[in-house]
């Protein structure tokens, strides 16, 4: 059993910036790939970005590559994602997410909210032009 909390959410303008942090209970983190996701209104939940569980390996969605940066810390059971040079259109609920299978890193399942099975209750951000 795995429990997510995301923190970090909040009213910025764009170009600023934000730190979310997803802190997990739970054994399996350490194992687990993680993920954040975001759902704007009247839209599919989507990936933003990925990280295996060594931190080796990342994803990230072509809408915030070279602005957004995943990161975790095992030894705090946490992972992070830093969002830079925020635009109107990041404006979403923001979502950490686990797969706690152990199963390979490879971007067209991680970006898969089906292959996730733990979730968050999201954190909000907006974004305002």
């Known amino acids: 059993q795995v429990r997510l909390v995301e923190s970090g959410g909040g009213l910025v303008q764009a170009g600023d910036s934000l730190r979310l942090s997803c802190s997990a209970s739970?054994?399996?983190?350490?194992?687990?790939?993680m993920g954040w996701f975001r759902q704007a209104p009247g839209k599919e939940r989507e990936i933003v970005a990925a990280?295996?569980?060594?931190?080796?390996?990342?994803y990230y969605a072509d809408s915030v590559k070279g602005r957004f940066t995943i990161s975790r810390d095992n030894a705090k059971n946490a992972v992070h994602l830093r969002m830079n040079s925020l635009k109107p259109e990041d404006t979403a609920v923001y979502y950490c997410?686990?797969?706690?299978?152990?199963?390979?890193?490879?971007?067209?399942?991680?970006?898969?909210?089906?292959?996730?099975?733990?979730w968050g209750q999201g954190t909000q951000v907006t974004v305002s032009s």
């Open positions: 997410a686990a797969d706690t299978g152990t199963r390979p890193f490879y971007s067209d399942r991680v970006r898969e909210p089906r292959e996730y099975d733990y």
């Open positions: 739970g054994r399996t983190f350490s194992r687990s790939t």
């Open positions: 990280i295996s569980w060594t931190g080796g390996s990342t």
